[in-house]
């Protein structure tokens, strides 16, 4: 059995005090031993797409990959044991760290192999514990006279393998220490097994192979270890199951739920909430770790209390979501807390394969205590070669004092392409022109659906989300006041607001459109003539056109506004322009789906994909001007 059937096993046998893991670990034991988890739970599904050639050897072929892309490891033969290059000449004079487990953890603990860090792994297969010859193995080719210490996570498999195979060492003179990672504060400790052991070990890890990297001995090493073991806490949450080579997903997750308290092999965690927005998830999460609510043992957090934070990426969450995570969990220890946060680290440290979500880890931290004569920042700091071992971000003690700086840039940026509000009239609301703008912008507001579902044939989906965003700050810039009268610096000011409330390649487009319009325009005060209007338009297109390189014809929101302008220029009846521009602009939209796109994201599709869909940009600009074009008063 994996050390994951094991653990399971031993939930749904005992763990009678928490129903929640004995049901849901009854299920996925069962989805495990008897073919996934679509094997009880309705129509066969197809296993999620993944590299590799045949599932059986996935590990091996990983372990190749890894050593042949470094040459500082070594692979040693006929096993999955990987070593320091210069383990021979380093194990005279140094403690050697031997680590290891199941393999799907990536980049532990292989990654973690080198100066400063572990000298050598030991590695399984997915999800399943070493087998005790291979952990010998290591033992007996790594060993100098100084010892070997072994850090174990919490897992029965691991426990027994490593202890037989310390126990071996031992008969044979090797000197070797096991350390044992229970950094698990989820939950309910009701059985002998104790703790599960997750991303914390990976600080275990840097904190006792600096110490060893130093000639210290073998007690001194490993009192290094238990003490970071004793001062740390993890909880992990996933968003969604991971899914083993040749298998289907690891269990089943509703889309609108997410697990808190699941282990590293896609165990059953301590509850399943409603998936909400971040901040409260990560209080639901630290909450978890510092109370008892759910747990038999709590890790708490006092008002003061120095921290060493470590901010797991399990997988399959995204660099941005990723720092997301880390403002929610920074902003909710310094305030809701009152902890001092020392240093951050962020990344994918101790993975379960592809599976979304992330965990943290607390590690306390008191300055005054010594390891090996040094404290225990100075041993987080000290180098390392090893290459999966991040660099941390020094937690700012004063988050305010990046704050009070970005202020004064912005004011600068709008102090020198804004002239101050204060001396322009704002637009009066009872005017047409503001209503104009008003509905225009509300009509953004009511397609947003309809351009991202549009947008998601031919580009990335999010150019309703994006017109969205800028129809909002449109109105809130009018009900509040901030859209000057004066043409030109309307112009001027929107061009600004625009560009920093869309965002991408549109919000660049419609800057670059309204601050040359507003050069075209200056002097005009309230009112300008249809002609000069279509000019300054379409010099101001011929700008855009120029930075960009998009031109009329190349399936672009450039191509409702290029015809636009000309029909402007062209007239001079303002009784009658309007109706017609509306018009204009309806089969100028429209046109775009016969055309081939030659600039934007849809330019790299393939014909097929964008045959008869009508450009998204095109689409919004003809429906702002149907909306907004009728009341205009010239």
Not at 63 to 68: C, F, M, N, P, T
Not at 268 to 288: W, Y
Not at 606 to 622: E, L, M
């Amino acid at each position: 059995m994996s050390e994951y059937q094991e653990e399971t096993a031993k939930t749904v046998s005992i763990n009678s005090k928490a129903p929640y893991s004995m049901c849901i670990s009854s299920i996925r034991l069962l989805q495990h031993l008897f073919g996934g988890a679509d094997t009880l739970q309705g129509p066969t599904r197809q296993p999620s797409k993944q590299l590799y050639n045949q599932a059986e050897t996935v590990v091996d072929e990983a372990l190749e990959g890894v050593v042949s892309s470094s040459a500082g490891l070594l692979l040693l033969k006929d096993t999955r044991v990987v070593l320091r290059h210069d383990i021979s000449i380093y194990n005279a004079n140094h403690v050697v760290l031997l680590s290891g487990g199941g393999s799907g953890h990536e980049p532990a603990h292989v990654g973690y192999i080198g100066q400063g860090m572990l000298s050598g792994a030991i590695c399984g297969d997915i999800f399943a514990s070493p087998p005790p010859s291979a952990i010998l193995a290591a033992i007996l080719s790594s060993a100098g006279p100084k010892g070997v210490l072994l850090i174990v996570k919490n897992y029965t498999g691991d426990r027994l393998n490593f202890g037989l195979a310390a126990e071996q060492a031992r008969s044979q003179g090797v000197k070797v220490d096991l350390v044992i990672v229970n950094d698990d504060f989820a939950l309910p400790v009701t059985t002998r097994a104790g703790r599960r052991g997750l991303a914390g070990t990976v600080l275990v890890h840097k904190v006792a192979g600096a110490v060893a990297e130093t000639g210290a001995d073998l007690g001194t090493v490993t009192a290094a270890a238990k003490a970071v073991v004793a001062a740390m806490a993890t909880v992990g949450v996933g968003l969604g199951p991971c899914c083993l080579p040749g298998r289907g997903p690891s269990f089943q997750l509703p889309d609108d739920e997410v697990e808190l308290g699941l282990g590293i092999h896609g165990e059953a965690g301590v509850e399943r909430i409603k998936h909400g927005s971040l901040d409260s998830l990560v209080t639901r999460l630290l909450g978890l770790m510092t109370t008892t609510e759910l747990a038999t043992e709590a890790f708490p957090i006092q008002d003061g209390d120095q921290v060493v934070v470590l901010i797991n990426n399990l997988g399959g969450s995204s660099v941005l979501e990723m720092s997301l995570v880390a403002k929610a969990v920074l902003q909710a220890l310094r305030n809701d807390y009152g902890c001092t946060i020392l240093r951050v680290y962020n990344g994918s440290f101790m993975t379960s394969l592809a599976m979304p979500g992330f965990s943290v880890t607390l590690l306390k931290v008191d300055t005054d205590q010594l390891i090996h004569r040094m404290p225990m920042l100075q041993w987080l700091d000290y180098v390392t070669e090893a290459t999966a071992w991040q660099p941390c971000m020094l937690a700012r003690t004063n988050p305010s004092e990046q704050d009070a700086r970005l202020p004064a840039a912005r004011t600068m940026i709008a102090t020198t392409l804004t002239p101050t509000l204060e001396s322009y009239t704002p637009l009066d609301p009872s005017s047409k022109l503001y209503t104009s703008l008003q509905r225009g912008c509300e009509r953004l507001v009511a397609i947003s659906e309809r351009l991202d579902q549009l947008d998601a044939l031919v580009g990335d989906g999010d150019c309703g989300t994006t017109m969205k965003g800028c129809a909002t700050r449109m109105l809130e810039l009018l009900q509040d006041g901030q859209v000057p009268a004066d043409l030109s610096v309307m112009c001027q000011t929107l061009g600004r607001e625009v560009g920093e409330a869309m965002g991408g390649s549109s919000g660049a487009i419609y800057s670059i459109l309204l601050t040359a319009l507003a050069s075209e325009l200056q002097g005009q005060a309230t009112t300008v003539k249809l002609r000069q209007l279509g000019r300054a338009l379409l010099a101001s297109l011929a700008r855009v056109s120029a930075y960009g390189g998009a031109q009329e014809g190349d399936c672009t929101l450039l191509d409702v506004w290029y015809p636009v302008a000309r029909c402007l220029k062209a007239r001079e009846d303002a009784e009658t322009v309007w109706k017609d521009v509306v018009a204009v602009a309806q089969q100028a939209a429209d046109k775009t789906a016969d055309m081939r796109p030659m600039a934007g994201r849809a330019s790299y599709l393939h014909a097929n994909h964008t045959q008869s869909v009508c450009d998204p940009g095109a689409v919004a600009a003809s429906e702002f001007l149907s909306a907004a074009i009728s009341d205009i008063n010239v």
